[in-house]
């Protein structure tokens, strides 16, 4: 098993152009996230999806879009890129929801906004 | 307002020299706090799930305790590879799907 993957782990966008992260895993997993890793600031939820059609918003949503349209990919769209997106993005996934909170996390994509 | 603080931001170790790591949280009906270690360039990996105080749990050095109020993670004569970033989260009261993650302890062991 690949566990969750996510690409690209590098890019540098200009200001105002758009891009997508994409995900996959190949745990069966229904729960899927996207959280946004800054320094001292600890890991906030974009956006979080409990099954294949059902996406909603986390802690920092705006600027950000998702979509869940199979189990296995759940990919985060940037429109229009801000200075203040810079930051390092993971997408995990997760067997059942937060109560058991194992979450399989990717090794991230660190995205730089200039 | 944050509903996890993890202190001290960064801690440095001689090998061998135990310490312990602090998790406070502000969520009410607490339904389980977890604990991730990430290194650098990594996502976080799950080490414990802690569900009610007096719970403890222990992997190799790594020992977590879990009161009303606060989490520890106690690491016992640390190794040089049991430098990481040690992450703690609960998830809020009102929705079992998300996880709220503090910023996290660095912690660096030296030889």
């Known amino acids: 098993n690949a566990g969750v993957t996510q690409t690209p782990k590098f890019r540098i966008l200009k200001i105002g152009q758009s891009m997508t992260l994409q995900c996959t895993q190949d745990m069966n997993h229904n729960y899927m996230y996207w959280y946004r890793q800054d320094p001292g600031m600890g890991l906030k939820l974009i956006y979080y999806s409990v099954g294949a059609g059902i996406t909603d918003k986390g802690e920092v949503p705006n600027g950000y879009n998702v979509s869940r349209s199979t189990t296995e990919d759940f990919p985060l769209r940037l429109e229009l890129a801000a200075p203040s997106q810079t930051s390092v993005y993971f997408c995990a996934s997760s067997y059942e929801g937060g109560v058991t909170g194992e979450l399989f996390f990717g090794e991230g994509s660190r995205l730089t906004v200039l | 307002e944050d509903q996890v603080t993890q202190s001290p931001e960064a801690l440095r170790l001689q090998e061998g020299e135990s310490s312990s790591l602090n998790c406070s949280y502000t969520v009410s009906g607490l339904r389980g706090l977890f604990w991730y270690r990430q290194d650098p360039g990594k996502g976080p990996e799950f080490l414990f799930t802690l569900y009610s105080a007096g719970e403890e749990k222990e992997k190799e050095r790594l020992k977590a305790t879990l009161t009303k109020k606060e989490s520890f993670l106690h690491i016992t004569a640390p190794k040089p590879e049991d430098s990481a970033t040690y992450l703690c989260?609960?998830?809020?009261?009102?929705?079992?799907?998300?996880?709220?993650f503090g910023a996290g302890t660095t912690v660096t062991v030296r030889a």
């Open positions: 989260a609960v998830p809020p009261g009102s929705n079992d799907y998300k996880l709220s």
